[in-house]
């Protein structure tokens, strides 16, 4: 009998197996897990294997992410990074101290501020002119829909009250028509242009920062949501190809292709050759990425009925969709047949119903293939169109630390929908009734990218933490075990690793150890759980000791 070559004892171990939900044991042998069981599986133990005993701690198999940008994300944690605070004073004095201790700089660059931090989710150029009135100042926000600019930024790019807006994005202006300092969607590139460019050194370094930090949250592996240069942002695909043939990419990742939206079909056999080279180890890009719509906040989530204004009136706005709807329907049927996998970015009613449009017409033109296309965000979604994800076998792929109450939902999103559209948020319990399958993804780094804190909202539908018990929507609530399934065999089946994402034998040994048995403690105190370690395939990639 051939010995493992790792022991984990004494569990819980939960498995996702239908099978065998529940084990004590499990033994992996090479990369792969060889026994799943209980008393029996000490018979593997031999002189040379490592036995972890789990003393009650629970075993999981490995979160992924089904929607994340990692390189983009460890490329911040380097920047000025405003994420931690919701606090306006707090961003300008973050921003001040950041400039002071570079003088040499010629750009000060990051992110992370929140919409809801001002009112109408709306900057001024001259609250970052009173910090940096010198040097230019560009700083994406949280949701990476929009940036905050000064002064000093806006002359640089040539951007004055005669510039137009873009086609698929907005200059927030005063009274007089001059930029305000606030630019959304394709406006940003508008100054990004000009942003002081990452070397591959920069991007490498990015991504095993990120890299570091994602297994300490127990994430094994992820699809990386835009593999090209968009608004400004450098592409990072040459870090994942770099990282994987020097054998320091650990993680399994999947990477969308991003589709040039002021282009048409002659860029495929571009994609078809981008997939072909960036094909190495653990990091391959079978996914194609179309940005279908905006957000909500600024009014570019593209919906099926206008928007209110404050008053609660109809406007004239129904939001932005980025690609035609009968010229995507043809786009998604030629990358269907090509085995590209396409993930939407889909986040009003509209967009939704238009993605779904373009799978419908690639199964019919097509038959059913394995492509596994899945629309990501799916902040609004109408009844009609709720059946359909599994009538198509559209992957729902949620991203559930925003379906809460928080200031930027209740007071730059709800008022702005109107009550009947406000409750179709998020509605991942009617998704899973209707029998669509469920990955789960962060957006990272949009929001936190620790899948603790987005199982805990999916469940609760509240943030971790909250104290004012209002839970958002609560007929969309999941159950613990469907919502660790989506950040794990369901996150495993859209990023295409079909031997992962489940502890069964045979599969890899992508495996999470956490603090305690979240299956036992009350469900108010999923957030409270911590990371102990984390492997992938066998080899442990994180200790919290």
Not at 219 to 246: C, H, K, M
Not at 254 to 268: F, M, S, T, V, Y
Request: proline share 6%; hydrophobic share 40%; net charge negative.
């Amino acid at each position: 009998m051939t010995k493992a070559d790792l022991v984990f004892s004494q569990g819980p171990v939960h498995t996702g197996d239908p099978a065998r939900t529940r084990a004590s044991s499990l033994a992996v042998t090479g990369e792969r897990i060889s026994a799943v069981g209980h008393d029996e599986v000490r018979e593997l133990i031999g002189p040379k294997t490592e036995v972890v005993d789990l003393r009650g701690k629970l075993l999981l198999p490995g979160f992924q992410d089904s929607h994340i940008h990692a390189v983009y994300g460890g490329l911040e944690l380097a920047e000025c990074d405003l994420s931690g605070t919701e606090d306006a004073g707090d961003y300008l004095r973050l921003v001040g101290e950041y400039a002071r201790a570079r003088p040499g700089l010629a750009w000060i660059t990051g992110g992370g501020w929140s919409l809801d931090s001002f009112e109408g989710g709306l900057p001024t150029r001259q609250l970052l002119d009173a910090v940096v009135p010198d040097r230019p100042v560009y700083l994406v926000n949280r949701d990476h829909h929009g940036a905050w600019a000064n002064t000093r930024a806006l002359e640089l790019a040539g951007v004055d009250r005669d510039t137009p807006d873009p086609d698929d994005g907005r200059i927030e202006r005063e009274a007089d028509g001059t930029p305000s300092g606030v630019l959304q969607e394709g406006a940003t590139g508008l100054v990004a242009r000009l942003l002081p460019a990452k070397t591959a050194a920069d991007r490498l370094d990015g991504l095993l920062r990120a890299q570091r930090l994602l297994h300490s949250l127990g994430i094994t592996g992820w699809q990386d949501a835009l593999l090209g240069v968009f608004n400004g942002q450098p592409d990072p695909s040459d870090a994942y190809l770099t990282a994987a043939r020097e054998g320091t990419l650990t993680a399994r990742v999947n990477g969308a292709l991003w589709w040039d939206r002021a282009r048409g079909a002659d860029q495929i056999p571009e994609l078809v050759a981008r997939r072909e080279k960036l094909a190495h180890g653990r990091f391959r890009a079978g996914s194609v990425k179309i940005m279908q719509d905006g957000i909500a906040e600024n009014f570019t989530a593209a919906m099926t009925a206008p928007y209110l204004d404050g008053c609660g009136c109809a406007t004239a706005n129904s939001g932005l969709s980025f690609v035609d709807p009968v010229a995507l329907c043809a786009y998604v049927t030629e990358l269907d047949a090509l085995d590209f996998q396409v993930h939407f970015h889909a986040l009003g009613d509209r967009a939704v119903r238009e993605a779904l449009n373009a799978v419908e017409a690639a199964r019919t033109a097509n038959g059913r293939r394995a492509t596994r296309h899945h629309l990501a965000h799916l902040q609004v979604v109408h009844p009609d169109d709720i059946p359909r994800f599994a009538e198509l076998g559209a992957i729902a792929n949620i991203q559930p630390l925003w379906a809460s109450h928080e200031p930027q939902m209740d007071e730059l999103t709800i008022p702005f929908l109107g009550p009947e559209r406000a409750a179709r948020q998020y509605p991942f319990g009617s998704l899973l009734r209707a029998g669509a399958t469920l990955a789960a993804g962060s957006d990272w780094s949009v929001s936190s990218p620790d899948p603790l804190a987005g199982i805990h909202v999916a469940v609760n539908r509240m943030q971790p933490g909250a104290t004012d018990g209002r839970v958002f929507l609560p007929e969309q609530r999941l159950d613990l075990a469907t919502a660790v399934a989506s950040y794990t065999a369901g996150s495993a089946h859209v990023n295409g690793m079909d031997d992962a994402g489940t502890l069964r034998p045979g599969h890899l040994a992508d495996l999470v150890v956490l603090d305690r048995d979240v299956f036992t403690e009350p469900v108010e105190e999923i957030h409270a759980a911590r990371v102990l370690q984390t492997y992938v395939g066998g080899s442990r990639v994180y200790s919290a000791s």
